[in-house]
């Protein structure tokens, strides 16, 4: 075939996974190859903790599997803030800053998750600024959305 060279590589039922999620869409398939190469595979129990409300983020999570059921503490109790279904990500601002994760990641199934450590997130960056320019776009704009949602909801309760 003359034209073989234009031909996409094929991707990985993982990578096509990725690609499928809101973070990696706009990626080109040798881009979420690349990618593919810096994620880490996690794999947790039915109620296990996948991280604690006060601990330091180092990293993002995909739902790759299983479901993820994310809690806060409000006045001494636990407050359900949302289940995670497999294509979601969460604890998108560890690969920003440093600061405390503001809530609690439980699995409620058994769960597969590709996680995205920040240093590594930093690295693609230096190296692959177009990759890392897509994926920072995807991940302020899925900021902004729940901003906007969480603007939206003390606005309805307020006009309560």
Same mark, same amino acid.
């Not at 601990?55 to 809690?71: F, K």
């Not at 407050?79 to 690969?95: I, K």
């Given at each position: 075939?003359?034209?073989?060279?234009?031909?996409?590589?094929?991707?990985?039922?993982?990578?096509?996974?990725?690609?499928?999620?809101?973070?990696?869409r706009?990626?080109? *398939?040798? =881009? $979420?190859? @690349?990618?593919? /190469?810096?994620?880490?595979?996690?794999? !947790? #129990? *039915?109620? =296990? $903790?996948? @991280?604690?409300? /006060?601990?330091e983020?180092?990293?993002? !999570? #995909?739902?790759?599997?299983?479901?993820?059921?994310?809690?806060?503490?409000?006045?001494?109790?636990?407050?359900?803030?949302?289940?995670?279904?497999?294509?979601?990500?969460?604890?998108?601002?560890?690969?920003?800053?440093?600061?405390?994760?503001?809530a609690?990641?439980?699995?409620?199934?058994?769960?597969?998750?590709?996680?995205?450590?920040?240093?590594?997130?930093?690295?693609?960056?230096?190296?692959d600024?177009?990759?890392?320019?897509?994926?920072?776009?995807?991940?302020?704009?899925?900021?902004?959305?729940?901003?906007?949602?969480?603007?939206?909801?003390?606005?309805?309760?307020?006009?309560?």
């Amino acid at each position: 075939m003359i034209f073989g060279f234009l031909k996409s590589p094929s991707l990985s039922p993982r990578q096509r996974r990725l690609q499928g999620t809101q973070l990696f869409r706009s990626l080109k *398939p040798l =881009e $979420i190859k @690349f990618v593919d /190469g810096l994620m880490h595979e996690r794999r !947790y #129990l *039915p109620d =296990e $903790i996948i @991280f604690d409300e /006060g601990e330091e983020g180092q990293a993002l !999570y #995909l739902v790759m599997g299983g479901r993820v059921r994310i809690s806060r503490e409000l006045h001494g109790k636990r407050q359900f803030v949302t289940d995670l279904e497999p294509g979601s990500f969460f604890g998108d601002l560890a690969l920003l800053d440093n600061s405390p994760r503001s809530a609690q990641a439980r699995a409620l199934d058994a769960c597969e998750l590709a996680v995205f450590f920040r240093d590594d997130f930093l690295a693609l960056m230096e190296t692959d600024a177009v990759i890392g320019y897509k994926i920072s776009l995807a991940l302020a704009r899925h900021i902004g959305q729940r901003m906007r949602l969480q603007i939206d909801g003390r606005a309805h309760v307020e006009a309560l």
